[in-house]
C-alpha cells in the first residue's frame, strides 16, 4: 500500500510500504477515507534529521473498517468509523478518568509497527477502546467535521476545559491556525460571552470571527498584550487558551490572563519550561493542559457535529490527493494553507 513517509526536514515521500494486516485479534483494520495534515507534523518538517528509513507520518484519519480481529465487539466491517490521534484500551485507570491520551496500553500512529494515518490503511490496535463508529455515508458532508474530532476540534475543547471557560467568561484565543479557531467554537460552545482571538491572518480571523470571536487582536507581544486589557477593562481574560506552541504565544497567554484565571495550553510546547513563573504565581493563575484526550470528548461532541451545531470541518481550506501530500505540507508550512485535509 502506500503511505506518507517523512525523511527529513522538508522531505516528505509518498511510497510503497507493507500493507496493514490484523497482528492482534483486539486490532481492527481501517480504510483511510479522509486524513488530515496537523500542525504539529510541521515540526518535525521543519527540523527532522535526515533519515534512510524514515518516520510514518500522520494521526487524523477516518475511514471505514476492513476487518475486525477475533476480540472486537463495537465495530465490524462496514462501519465508518473515527479514530482519535492515539489509540487506547479505554478500561485502564486513565481511561476510565477520561485521560486516553495516558492510557497504560496505548499508543501512537507512526511508530512501534503502527501505521501512520496518511496513508491507505491503518491497523488500528484496541479498536474497541479506540475507534467510535458513526452512522453516517463515507461521502456525507459531515465528513471534514467528522475528521477534526479526532485531533484540532477535540483539542480546541481541551484548551477550553482547561481554562475553565463557562458561561459569562472572557476568553482569549492565542492563535488563529486550526485549533484556535476550533478552540473559538469550544468557547463560544461553552458559554464564553467575550471571546477575543489573538492572530495575524485576516482570512483566518474572517473565520474565527464567524466562529464566535467577539474581537480580534493582531498586534503581537506587549502591544497584543495591551490591546487585551484595553478590550476587559484592564483586568485581562479569564480565561486565556495558548494553540501555538512557541514561547512568544505562550508568554502571551501568560500576560492576558487576569488574577484567578485560567491558561490552557495545548500548543506542543517548543521550549523547554513554562515562562512567566512569578508574575503568575503571584496572580495566582492556574496553568493547565496538554494532549487532548479526544476519544473521551467525542460522545459530548460528535451530536453537535452531527446535528449541524458546530461546522468546525471549514478549518480545511484545501483537500489534496495523497500524491499531493508532500504539496499539502508545503502549503501548510508556507502558510497558504490553513489545513490540508487528505481524500483517498
Ligand atoms: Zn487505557
Redesign the pocket.
Known sequence: MRATVMHGAGDVRIEDVPDATLIEPSDALVVVGRAGICGSDLWPYKSMEPSETGRRMGHEFIGVVDAAGADVRSVKAGNVVIAPFVW?????????EGL?T?????GRYGVDGVDGGQGEAVRVP?AD?TLVAVAVDEDDSLMPSLLTLTDVMATGHHAALAANVGPGKTVAVVGDGAVGLCAVIAARRLGAEQIVILGRHPDRLAIAEEFGATDVVSERGDEAVERVRELTDGLGAHSALECVGLEEATVTALSIVRPGGAVGRVGVPQHESIPEGIATFFDNVTIAGGPAPARAYLEELLPDVLEGRIEPGRVFDRVSTLDDVPDGYRAMNDREAIKVMIEL
Open positions: 487506547s484500551d479505554g478500561t485502564c485507570v486513565f481511561c476510565r486516553h495516558s492510557c497504560l496500553h496505548g484496541q477502546g
